[in-house]
């Protein structure tokens, strides 16, 4: 985790020194920089305040992708849309720090507000440069193992996209994830130019199958390869069995200089996605882990020092830690506690990946690529629900009734308080809303508060929440909750009729005493169990209600009944029943949740659908002819 939080810490360090230059000069030569160092005491004696220091807009624009990657998105395109939202709100931030042109204009062009074209922009001619290289370090932190690499190229390309539509700007960032799962991994350094050009063909193909006017981007794709191939031969690692970096006898500053305007496309080195990451990773490379002489080789030099220094300081902090860097460099830094937290949380994450969003551990033969495939069809789905939602929550219709139950719904639960920060009536009061523009032949009735606050507690979502109401009440339960809920009162009566079969003696027990059923089971039916029994026991049954219908009602209301039917037959009188079924709902045979599910199955014996159909006939029929 520490060397996580490094990696920001010091993505942000490289990109103030770099971008500060000491002499404000853009085009400083690396010679004159490293002079200027020693005149005020080397790097030991300097400190990176906010002020004299800051950050340029790389850090930002990583920041943003940071911020992205540790929402609670479920799906890539939600992933996605997060991204661009945070790209857009940024650029407020970057005026005055020598803003990449192409991310500002390919922000502009960003479309936060459109569900399905939020992240798609035009090919960009000019969006060769460096910033998505150096905004998409930390998506090889969330995407580190070698299973998700399909993922990885997927991700790191869509964001290398948003702002430099061009294969050498988001082949870059395709690069820096790479080179930064990699040093997660502890892939040894040599490899991973070689291993990243093994990749690229794989990217190619995704962009292939996602790209419409594929011809645009073909062209240029060749420049980014040709220029890492010839690095690497230059570097003599293009071969497997080369094992050793090959650099100049004499490498000084001055001859850097020259080397890395070579690797350039307009003779300034680390202007482009290509060769940004080429300079940071031939840096680290030959730095040997010496903090000074990665800075000399990545952070000093006359080209595009704050991108190179940005991503050296990343690859550095995760191969290395803090240890080495003094502590002027990064003890005031800006942004340094949120650098720290993006970096501890996306840790967090990574490690955590074996685990779903409900807590359950994923089994070690996961397959992520057939999950995130099956997501990314469900998003067609997902969209179209998404754009209903959203015009039912701007309809207009009047549900009084609903205002009257915000304040009896779960009084005993602190998130559904008026003090509660955020309170969870006013997420209730637009599902009920929505679901009353919705569905107007229900609009709303008693017993659905409950409902829809209980799936709110559950999926913390208000349209997952509306769209699971929709499932219960249009199609598992219908007329439950229509005006005349006739669907309600059926199967109360068909209960009744199922006692008399299973449990015959407590049936007598209440003709006998003139007890309707309705009495004392209308408000399990009507609220579904919910403040009858236990949450975890509720939360089960709701599973095997959505699973497999209605019918698991009757197998809960008989399980109770025939368990407790010695106690029930105790009762001598009317109000004896009633309180007999106030005391079956309590104790610890329904807190016991999965011995109380294995009963539920077992005790009522055979409940067939087709019986409980026909009861239902017999006795809906009954019920109308009694008006």
């Known amino acids: 985790m520490e060397k996580c939080k490094a990696a920001l810490v010091l993505a942000g360090v490289g990109d103030a020194l770099g971008y500060r230059n000491f002499s404000r000069e853009n085009n400083a030569l690396g010679a004159k920089i490293q002079e200027e160092l020693k005149e005020i005491g080397g790097l030991e004696n300097l400190v990176l305040s906010?002020?004299?220091?800051?950050?340029?807009?790389?850090?930002?624009?990583?920041?943003?992708?940071?911020?992205?990657?540790?929402?609670?998105y479920w799906c890539l395109e939600d992933l996605y849309r997060e991204l661009v939202k945070r790209y857009v709100d940024s650029t407020d931030k970057l005026p005055g720090r020598r803003s990449d042109p192409a991310t500002i204009e390919s922000c502009s062009q960003l479309k936060p507000d459109n569900y399905l074209l939020a992240w798609h922009t035009p090919f960009n001619e000019k969006g060769s440069?460096?910033?998505?290289?150096?905004?998409?370090m930390c998506l090889g932190m969330r995407y580190w193992k070698p299973e998700r690499l399909e993922s990885l190229i997927e991700v790191s390309i869509e964001c290398g996209r948003m702002t430099h539509n061009h294969p050498t700007g988001f082949l870059g960032s395709l690069c820096t994830a790479l080179f930064i799962s990699y040093a997660i991994q502890g892939k040894p350094l040599v490899k991973w130019g070689r291993d990243m050009m093994k990749v690229v063909p794989m990217a190619e193909e995704y962009c292939k199958k996602t790209i419409r006017h594929m011809a645009e981007y073909q062209e240029h794709w060749f420049y980014f390869e040709a220029k890492w191939q010839f690095y690497l031969e230059e570097r003599e690692i293009n071969e497997e069995n080369q094992n050793k970096p090959s650099f100049p006898d004499n490498y000084d500053a001055e001859e850097r200089e020259k080397t890395y305007r070579r690797w350039?496309?307009?003779?300034?080195?680390?202007r482009r996605g290509h060769d940004a990451?080429?300079?940071?990773?031939?840096a680290i490379l030959g730095c040997g882990g010496d903090w000074t002489e990665l800075c000399n080789r990545a952070m000093f030099h006359g080209g595009e020092s704050a991108a190179t220094g940005s991503i050296a300081g990343c690859l550095y902090g995760l191969l290395y830690g803090l240890s080495k860097v003094p502590k002027g460099l990064?003890?005031?830094?800006?942004?340094?506690?949120?650098?720290?937290?993006?970096?501890?949380?996306?840790?967090?994450?990574?490690?955590?990946e074996k685990v779903d969003s409900y807590g359950f551990e994923r089994p070690e033969d996961f397959d992520y690529v057939t999950y995130e495939e099956f997501f990314s069809r469900y998003l067609v789905i997902l969209t179209r629900r998404a754009i209903k939602w959203s015009?039912?929550?701007?309809?207009?219709?009047?549900?009084?009734?609903?205002?009257?139950?915000?304040?009896?719904?779960f009084p005993d639960n602190i998130q559904f308080r008026k003090t509660a920060d955020p309170c969870l009536q006013q997420t209730l009061y637009n599902v009920l809303v929505a679901y009353g523009h919705h569905n107007k032949a229900v609009g709303y009735c008693q017993g659905?508060?409950?409902?829809?606050?209980?799936?709110?507690?559950?999926t913390k979502n208000e349209e997952e929440s509306f769209w699971l109401l929709d499932a219960l009440i249009g199609r598992i339960l219908p007329d439950f909750y229509s005006p005349e809920m006739m669907g309600l009162k059926t199967d109360q009566e068909v209960l009744g009729e199922l006692v008399k079969m299973k449990v015959p003696a407590v049936a007598e027990l209440m003709d006998r005493h003139g007890v309707m059923w309705t009495l004392v089971v209308s408000r399990w039916f009507i609220c579904l169990f919910i403040d009858i029994l236990p949450v975890e026991t509720v939360l089960r049954i709701w599973d095997c209600?959505?699973?497999?219908?209605?019918?698991?009602?009757?197998?809960?209301?008989?399980?109770?009944?025939?368990?407790?039917?010695?106690?029930?037959?105790?009762?001598?009188?009317?109000?004896?029943?009633?309180?007999?079924?106030?005391e079956i709902t309590k104790g610890m045979f329904v807190t016991e949740c999965h011995t109380f599910m294995e009963k539920i199955f077992t005790e009522p014996g055979s409940l067939s659908m087709a019986t409980i159909n026909k009861l239902r006939e017999t006795c809906r029929a009954k019920l109308l002819a009694q008006g």
């Open 448 to 458: 659905m508060n409950f409902i829809a606050g209980y799936l709110i507690l559950i």
């Open 545 to 582: 209600l959505f699973y497999e219908g209605s019918k698991i009602l009757f197998r809960v209301a008989l399980t109770l009944i025939k368990q407790h039917q010695a106690s029930i037959l105790e009762a001598t009188n009317f109000p004896d029943i009633c309180d007999k079924f106030k």
């Open 264 to 270: 350039s496309s307009e003779g300034r080195g680390g």
């Open 391 to 409: 015009k039912l929550l701007k309809g207009k219709n009047s549900i009084q009734k609903s205002l009257k139950d915000m304040n009896r719904t």
């Open 129 to 136: 440069g460096f910033g998505a290289a150096t905004k998409a």
């Open 277 to 282: 990451p080429m300079i940071a990773y031939d």
């Open 50 to 72: 906010s002020d004299k220091w800051p950050v340029s807009d790389n850090t930002l624009m990583h920041m943003a992708t940071a911020e992205a990657l540790i929402t609670d």
């Open 330 to 352: 990064y003890q005031d830094l800006e942004q340094r506690e949120r650098l720290e937290y993006l970096g501890e949380t996306l840790y967090r994450l990574s490690t955590e």
